[in-house]
């Protein structure tokens, strides 16, 4: 088996793991949003996000260091020193970002948990966590271990369903809800430092190389602060300048909007390390190929998942949420979906910055893009709402896209089939007025439209010949191998 007929195997075995992932959230939309309050369903949303806040410091940029510096490692003394010396660093600063979390508690609460002070002490504990919950898990991508990052990924999606909906359903609330989602991140952290011992076992290490380790992900931090600002930062300010039911009323649109971006997780998962031990060995045919492919497969299914989301948010959003949120935020889902296009895309050809360690670039962008966007909604959400968030989103992820896609042109040349896409657009365009005149409504009749425009789809770009004949073999043995 060739090197990219097994990084397909692998790609295709994390992407059911990533599917279940994005869809999760999703899942759990009819019991928060039809058990909680719309208050309550904002606070948990703002609970999220804040939990998402302090990884993105406290990592220190070192997964992705371990990644770039750990991949072509064969000898599992240095493997070791490596992981360790990240491990440690990062508990060391999750800890500290997580103090002063519980510091600001009162603060916190009043501010943004609508006075929950059981909730605030919660969220120290649910940082510190899900901090480390970063590393064992990146361990999994740095080696290529599919299987198990699957199983890791699968299981905590599905006990996050299970135990925060438990909680729900059994008249806990908020905290409740809280309290579970601590259990789930508590679970996958023993589970995945399981795998990790088994693998190196325990050293103490001397922290020899974490210097560069340092180097090279230090300058990544803004843009993961900033990352997280553009995605983000909006719920706060929309708390700000309206309240935290607009909050509730946003979230879901564009949550279901942003399940698009998520496609592209299997890639951004496997793709970085079969691309740093080519370019290492200078073998660059492989890489421009592996790119190729990369963005090619990815828009093959987000650029119709992008028409078809925004045609059907309203249904959808009725089916899983209630009818006041449907009404309010619909509209978000289209922006956010163009923006998840774009956001996949980006972290393909973003790589090409990281492979002569220009981290300091995707930072530098990313403050831009964030500043620009929080800018924005500050002029623009008090005036026209939570639609000027969703495009203030789409403006912000456009910008870096294209500026990235710049600077990648310019360190290596990106064999993009600009062919494919202009048909994978045209063939969209094609099944968009099928599901205008469906007129679905409830779950049987979208979940029928949505795999009928699907197969009308894949015929057309077949019958356009947006894929070769030797990737039609191809993916037609990979499939009969799975049977």
Same mark, same amino acid.
């Not at 496609?263 to 496997?270: F, V, Y």
């Not at 205008?436 to 009928?452: D, K």
């Given at each position: 088996?060739?090197?990219?007929?097994?990084?397909?195997?692998?790609?295709?075995?994390?992407?059911?793991?990533?599917?279940?992932?994005?869809?999760?959230?999703?899942?759990?939309?009819?019991?928060?949003?039809?058990? *909680?309050? !719309?208050?309550?369903?904002? !606070?948990?949303?703002?609970?999220?996000?804040?939990?998402?806040?302090?990884?993105?410091?406290?990592?220190?940029?070192?997964?992705?260091?371990?990644?770039?510096?750990?991949?072509?490692?064969?000898?599992?003394?240095?493997?070791?020193?490596?992981?360790?010396?990240?491990?440690?660093?990062?508990?060391?600063?999750?800890?500290?970002?997580?103090?002063?979390?519980?510091?600001?508690?009162?603060?916190?609460?009043?501010?943004?948990?609508?006075?929950?002070?059981?909730?605030?002490?919660?969220?120290?504990? =649910?940082?510190?966590?899900?901090?480390?919950?970063?590393?064992?898990?990146?361990?999994?991508?740095?080696?290529?271990?599919?299987?198990?990052?699957?199983?890791?990924?699968?299981?905590?999606?599905?006990?996050?369903?299970?135990?925060?909906?438990?909680?729900?359903?059994?008249?806990?609330?908020?905290?409740?809800?809280?309290?579970?989602? *601590?259990?789930?991140?508590?679970?996958?952290?023993?589970?995945?430092?399981?795998?990790? *011992?088994?693998? @190196?076992?325990?050293?103490? $290490?001397?922290?020899?190389?974490?210097?560069?380790?340092?180097?090279?992900?230090?300058?990544?931090? $803004?843009?993961?602060?900033?990352?997280?600002?553009?995605?983000?930062?909006?719920?706060?300010?929309?708390? /700000?300048?309206?309240?935290?039911?607009?909050?509730?009323?946003?979230? $879901?649109?564009?949550?279901?909007?942003?399940?698009?971006?998520?496609?592209?997780?299997?890639?951004?998962?496997?793709?970085?390390?079969?691309?740093?031990?080519?370019?290492?060995?200078?073998?660059?045919?492989?890489?421009?190929?592996?790119?190729?492919?990369?963005?090619?497969?990815?828009?093959?299914?987000?650029?119709?998942?992008?028409?078809?989301?925004?045609?059907?948010?309203?249904?959808?959003?009725?089916?899983?949420?209630?009818?006041?949120?449907?009404?309010?935020?619909?509209? @978000?889902?289209? /922006?956010?979906?163009?923006?998840?296009?774009?956001?996949?895309?980006?972290?393909?050809?973003?790589?090409?910055?990281?492979?002569?360690?220009?981290?300091?670039?995707?930072?530098? !962008?990313?403050? *831009?893009?964030?500043?620009?966007?929080?800018?924005?909604?500050?002029?623009?959400?008090?005036?026209?709402? !939570?639609?000027?968030?969703?495009?203030?989103?789409?403006?912000?992820?456009?910008?870096?896209?294209?500026?990235?896609?710049?600077?990648?042109?310019?360190?290596?040349?990106?064999?993009?089939?600009?062919?494919?896409?202009?048909?994978? =657009?045209?063939?969209?365009?094609?099944?968009?007025?099928?599901?205008?005149?469906?007129?679905?409504?409830?779950?049987?009749? =979208?979940?029928?439209?949505?795999?009928?425009?699907?197969?009308?789809?894949?015929?057309?770009?077949?019958?356009?010949?947006?894929?070769?004949?030797?990737?039609?073999?191809?993916?037609?043995?990979?499939?009969?191998?799975?049977?």
């Amino acid at each position: 088996m060739s090197d990219y007929e097994l990084l397909v195997k692998r790609i295709g075995l994390t992407g059911i793991a990533s599917l279940v992932v994005a869809l999760s959230p999703v899942i759990l939309l009819p019991i928060l949003t039809k058990i *909680l309050t !719309i208050q309550e369903y904002g !606070i948990w949303s703002l609970i999220l996000i804040t939990a998402g806040f302090v990884p993105l410091v406290a990592l220190l940029g070192l997964p992705n260091s371990m990644i770039r510096f750990l991949a072509p490692v064969k000898n599992k003394d240095e493997i070791r020193e490596g992981y360790y010396s990240i491990a440690l660093v990062v508990l060391c600063a999750g800890f500290v970002s997580s103090f002063f979390l519980l510091l600001f508690e009162r603060s916190i609460a009043a501010n943004l948990l609508g006075n929950n002070r059981t909730v605030a002490l919660l969220l120290p504990l =649910i940082t510190f966590v899900a901090s480390y919950n970063y590393v064992p898990q990146t361990y999994f991508r740095t080696f290529q271990q599919a299987k198990r990052y699957s199983i890791v990924s699968f299981l905590q999606a599905a006990s996050y369903v299970i135990l925060v909906g438990a909680f729900v359903v059994g008249g806990l609330g908020l905290t409740g809800a809280t309290f579970a989602y *601590l259990i789930n991140l508590l679970v996958i952290a023993m589970i995945s430092t399981y795998y990790v *011992l088994r693998d @190196i076992g325990v050293t103490v $290490p001397r922290f020899a190389e974490l210097k560069a380790y340092l180097k090279f992900g230090l300058p990544l931090v $803004p843009s993961n602060v900033s990352s997280w600002a553009l995605g983000v930062s909006d719920r706060y300010i929309i708390t /700000f300048f309206l309240s935290v039911a607009w909050v509730g009323y946003y979230s $879901p649109g564009y949550q279901l909007g942003w399940i698009i971006s998520l496609l592209a997780t299997p890639l951004t998962i496997l793709v970085p390390t079969a691309l740093y031990e080519h370019y290492d060995a200078n073998r660059m045919a492989e890489v421009k190929t592996i790119m190729r492919y990369s963005v090619k497969y990815f828009l093959a299914a987000a650029v119709p998942a992008a028409f078809v989301l925004s045609l059907l948010s309203k249904p959808i959003l009725l089916v899983l949420t209630t009818p006041a949120i449907a009404t309010n935020g619909y509209l @978000i889902t289209p /922006f956010t979906a163009v923006s998840g296009v774009l956001f996949g895309v980006w972290s393909i050809i973003a790589i090409v910055l990281t492979f002569e360690k220009r981290t300091a670039i995707i930072g530098t !962008i990313w403050v *831009l893009g964030a500043a620009l966007n929080i800018g924005l909604n500050l002029v623009l959400v008090p005036y026209f709402g !939570i639609i000027a968030a969703a495009l203030t989103t789409l403006l912000g992820y456009g910008f870096i896209f294209g500026v990235t896609a710049i600077y990648s042109i310019r360190h290596m040349t990106l064999d993009i089939d600009f062919g494919f896409i202009l048909k994978s =657009i045209f063939a969209s365009i094609l099944i968009s007025p099928l599901v205008l005149i469906w007129h679905a409504s409830g779950l049987l009749s =979208i979940s029928a439209l949505i795999v009928i425009c699907a197969v009308v789809y894949t015929a057309i770009l077949f019958v356009l010949k947006g894929f070769t004949a030797s990737e039609i073999r191809f993916f037609s043995g990979f499939l009969a191998g799975q049977r």
